[in-house]
Every structure is written in C-alpha cells, then in structure tokens.
C-alpha cells in the first residue's frame, strides 16, 4: 500500500472513532484534497451512509447516514472546486504570435506592391 494511502485509512479510523468529531473529518477530508484522494474519500463516506441505513432501528446509525450524506455533498464541491482550480484559460498567446506574423506579413506585402507600384511611373 502507498503512503498516501496509509495515511489516508488512518485518518479515516480517526474519523470513525470519533465520528462527531468535526476536526477529523476537516483533516481527512484536507488531506484527501491535497493528495487527489476525493474519489476515496467519498466512497468511504458512501459506504458509511449505506451501512448506516441497513442497519434501521438504531437513530444514533441514521444520524450518521444523514451526516455521512451531507459530506458527500461537500466532497462533491470540494471536488468542483478542485476542478476548477485546476482549469487553465485557453492559450492565446500562441494565437496572438500568428496574428501579428500574419499582419506583418500583410503590411510587408503592402509596402512591396506599392514600391512596386510606384517604380512603374
């Protein structure tokens, strides 16, 4: 298993210990960001709120589901704004280079035509 990994199932036996614990989600979740871990990460939390509603009968358990749901939404905007983040502007500096070469070359044609021109009076 990968380091990062390691580190992240720690983290996360730290949230399932103490599961009211916001810190430890912040932490886990922190962490999951920063090592491209999103995807695990809410895959833990699904599975959480699955077995958490399996198991009816106990509200402390469909409290945790109801929990486990809401940071599956912050995890799915921790990842739009990762995303985001990540998103580049397109690249015009590459379209304003051939730009200029073209108009120089139109302007050089222009001055060569009219030279041209001139020299046949």
Known sequence: ???????ADALWAQVLEGWADDKRHKAFLSYCVEMG???EAARRYR???DEAQSTEGY????????DARQRLGAVA???VA???Q????????RAMTLFKLFAGLFL??????????????
């Open 108 to 121: 050089l044609g222009g001055l060569i035509a009219l030279g041209w021109a001139l020299s046949l009076r």
């Open 1 to 7: 298993m990968d380091p990062p990994q390691e580190s």
């Open 47 to 49: 599975q959480v709120a």
């Open 37 to 39: 871990l999103l995807e």
């Open 82 to 84: 990762t995303l985001e």
């Open 77 to 79: 905007m921790l990842a």
């Open 59 to 66: 509200r402390a358990q469909s409290e945790r589901a109801d």
């Open 86 to 93: 990540q998103r580049t502007a397109p690249d015009i500096s």
